[in-house]
């Protein structure tokens, strides 16, 4: 190749640990003791909105995404504990390849920052770009080579780019009837990336 391979990596459920966050939150708020493997879509609001709430309290809020100033109070993105091992990945691809960040925020008020925040407390000395967008499916045009992702959203709306998909309950049933390039945490990936070059661009 003549420049370096770009790669596209989410953060909540890739790099961070958003589901036991929130569903932390979701037991203190509501006393709703929701476990991961509940977690069949990849948006805590809709699972609280849809299944706990009367019409009553439905009728308080315009949707789901009322919820997320509860679900995700102010320093909520910042704290999020990363995955074992994915600081150490994440570097070590920023040293050899074009990394850019590439993730939704929740709410537009906290979350951009508290996410801009969170990197550079963890890769203070390491090279990246971080674009934040307004939808799942716009990440996957934003032309990567290769994307690093748990949202099927995304996965399915790829331009051109060879998806990794982080194991998580929201794609289980996904990754059942199709075949992408999958692991079980962001640490397997430099393998994975390894595999897709040797098959796909021969490199």
């Not at 589901?19 to 948006?43: C, F, G, H, M, Q």
């Not at 910042?78 to 070590?92: H, N, Q, R, V």
């Not at 008020?109 to 307004?134: F, H, Q």
Request: glycine share 4%; proline share 6%; with cysteine.
């Amino acid at each position: 190749m003549t420049r370096k391979l770009r790669l596209g990596v989410d953060m909540d459920g890739v790099l961070c640990n958003f589901a036991d966050a929130s569903l932390r939150v979701i037991k203190e708020t509501w006393n709703i003791d929701y476990k991961r493997k509940d977690i069949k879509i990849p948006r805590t609001g809709d699972l609280v909105y849809y299944d706990l709430f009367t019409d009553e309290q439905r009728a308080q809020y315009d949707g789901p995404r009322d919820l997320y100033p509860l679900i995700c109070p102010k320093e909520f993105f910042y704290d999020l504990e990363p995955f074992p091992g994915a600081i150490e990945t994440l570097k070590m691809l920023c040293e050899k390849y074009d990394v850019t960040i590439i993730t939704k925020p929740l709410e537009w008020v906290n979350c951009p920052n508290e996410k801009a925040r969170w990197l550079k407390k963890y890769l203070p000395d390491s090279k990246y770009e971080l674009i934040m967008t307004g939808s799942m499916e716009v990440k996957g045009l934003i032309g990567v080579d290769i994307m690093i992702d748990d949202d099927t959203r995304v996965i399915k709306n790829l331009d051109g780019a060879v998806p990794i998909v982080v194991k998580q309950p929201w794609n289980e049933e996904y990754l059942k009837f199709e075949t992408p390039y999958a692991v079980d945490s962001f640490s397997e990936v430099p393998a994975i990336i390894d595999e897709v070059l040797e098959s796909i661009w021969l490199h």
